[in-house]
């Protein structure tokens, strides 16, 4: 079975400070992982997946399959970056991949000003 | 676009009655839909997935006699906990995926209180 595990329940920055959120996976098979993000009163929004290779809020995530890690880097945090972030795996199964998710427990960030 | 929404947002319930939450994408056609539940300072955990027109799959260790899932159209998706009980009190989130897309949109959540 797979597992997705953020060992940071608290993460506190200052403004400016480079940030990251660290995610290990374990799963057998070729996993696509992705960056979800919860903003204090609002829902679930994806901020980004590994297959994309893109960069949102300048947020960035690189896959390491050989440390099974997806950790979130961005270089100078804003304020507006303090919300829970979760790391999530899909296992592509049945063709629901983007839709079925095993997710860690979810890192709150805080950046202080 | 890619809207998801959960109504009601908060239910209280007395314990051994239904109730039953309603997850409507809003602007788009949903094939599939997933059930979430997350505990107080835990993650969200997969319910099931319930795919239009057909039954609902449960994941292992989820009741389906007790948590029914309906998928009756493109839509709309209904989750009923049957003859509730306290420790069914949780937030249970949709997430839905356009036919042909990549992404699951998610609802806000839906705060269930069983007394």
């Known amino acids: 079975a797979q597992r997705v595990t953020q060992p940071e329940k608290l993460l506190s920055v200052f403004k400016g400070a480079p940030v990251e959120l660290k995610c290990n996976y374990s799963?057998?098979?070729?996993?696509?992982l992705f960056w979800y993000v919860q903003y204090s009163r609002q829902r679930l929004q994806l901020l980004l997946r590994h297959i994309s290779r893109e960069s949102i809020k300048g947020f960035t995530a690189d896959l390491n399959k050989g440390e099974t890690s997806f950790h979130l880097k961005k270089p100078f945090a804003q304020e507006e970056d303090s919300a829970m972030y979760y790391c999530?795996?899909?296992?592509?199964?049945?063709?629901?991949?983007?839709?079925?998710?095993?997710f860690g427990q979810g890192t709150i960030l805080t950046v202080h000003p | 676009g890619a809207v998801v929404s959960q109504h009601p947002s908060r239910v209280i319930c007395k314990s051994g009655t239904s109730v039953k939450i309603e997850c409507r994408s809003l602007?788009?056609?949903?094939?599939?839909m997933f059930w979430y539940r997350q505990f107080p300072k835990k993650s969200l955990m997969l319910m099931a997935t319930s795919n239009e027109g057909s039954k609902a799959t449960y994941e292992q260790g989820v009741e389906k006699d007790k948590f029914l899932i309906n998928h009756a159209s493109l839509t709309l998706s209904t989750l009923t906990v049957t003859s509730a009980h306290p420790e069914d009190s949780s937030f249970y989130i949709c997430?839905?995926?356009?036919?042909?897309?990549?992404?699951?949109?998610f609802g806000q959540g839906t705060r269930l209180t069983v007394v």
């Open positions: 999530a795996l899909s296992t592509n199964a049945g063709g629901t991949s983007y839709g079925k998710l095993t």
């Open positions: 602007d788009f056609q949903a094939t599939t």
């Open positions: 997430s839905a995926s356009r036919r042909s897309g990549t992404e699951a949109f």
């Open positions: 799963y057998s098979g070729s996993p696509e």
